[in-house]
T-cell receptor
Framework: EAQVTQNPRYLITVTGKKLTVTCSQN?????MSWYRQDPGLGLRQIYY???????DKGDVPEGYKVSRKEKRNFPLILESPSPNQTSLYFC?????????????FGPGTRLTVL | AQKITQTQPGMFVQEKEAVTLDCTYD???????LFWYKQPSSGEMIFLIY??????QNATEGRYSLNFQKARKSANLVISASQLGDSAMYFC????????????FGAGTILRVKS
């Protein structure tokens, strides 16, 4: 089954404690992205990757890091989380092109930073 | 300027009636795609329908249709014969060819279907 997986699905942590949210896709997609969702703002792109070892900032990259060492994995790293990073996070993958059915989202990770 | 605007924060519709959720967009890229997603209370993003900028006909997927008016830059979602299970948040999004890796989302519309 074609899918994007994320772990953990839920996480409560404290300010300053480093954490990693994993993301993996099994569709051999070149493009992967991280989004955060906040009320009234929709989803906003944090970082994206167009291929292995190729990453770049999205619209809201501050406080986040990513890496793309393998095509299937795209972890999101919060080196020193802060309460304003409490949000719902989605990993997504797609191939080149604009076709709608090539855009896949993971199930989401609800993060709370106390 | 906002690239995607959804002007209806919340909507109510009676079960079995049709409802239109509004979406306007802004782009200078001639190649782009427009998407609608449904997000139920469980949180996952469910793809509903897609319209390409060069598509001649409005997209349809079962009870969902996209009313694409290119000159007005609008891409409204029409849900026919609403069901209780349609109650959810709905997002309009756009991907431009120049930024093939990124979807830009609107703020969303919460739809509540009344029995």
């Amino acid at each position: 089954e074609a899918q994007v997986t994320q772990n953990p699905r839920y996480l409560i942590t404290v300010t300053g404690k480093k954490l990693t949210v994993t993301c993996s896709q099994n569709m051999n997609h070149e493009y992967m992205s991280w989004y955060r969702q906040d009320p009234g703002l929709g989803l906003r792109q944090i970082y994206y990757s167009m291929n292995v070892e190729v990453t770049d900032k999205g619209d809201v990259p501050e406080g986040y890091k990513v890496s793309r060492k393998e095509k299937r994995n795209f972890p999101l790293i919060l080196e020193s989380p802060s309460p304003n990073q409490t949000s719902l996070y989605f990993c997504a993958s797609n191939n080149k092109g604009l076709s709608g059915n090539e855009q896949f989202f993971g199930p989401g990770t609800r993060l709370t930073v106390l | 300027a906002q690239k995607i605007t959804q002007t209806q924060p919340g909507m109510f519709v009676q079960e079995k009636e049709a409802v239109t959720l509004d979406c306007t967009y802004d782009t200078s890229d001639p190649s782009y795609g427009l998407f609608w997603y449904k997000q139920p209370s469980s949180g996952e993003m469910i793809f509903l329908i897609y319209q390409g900028s060069y598509d001649q006909q409005n997209a349809t997927e079962g009870r969902y249709s996209l009313n694409f008016q290119k000159a007005r830059k609008s891409a409204n979602l029409v849900i026919s014969a609403s069901q209780l299970g349609d109650s959810a948040m709905y997002f309009c999004a756009m991907r431009e060819w120049e930024y093939g890796n990124k979807l830009v989302f609107g703020a969303g519309t919460i739809l509540r279907v009344k029995s």
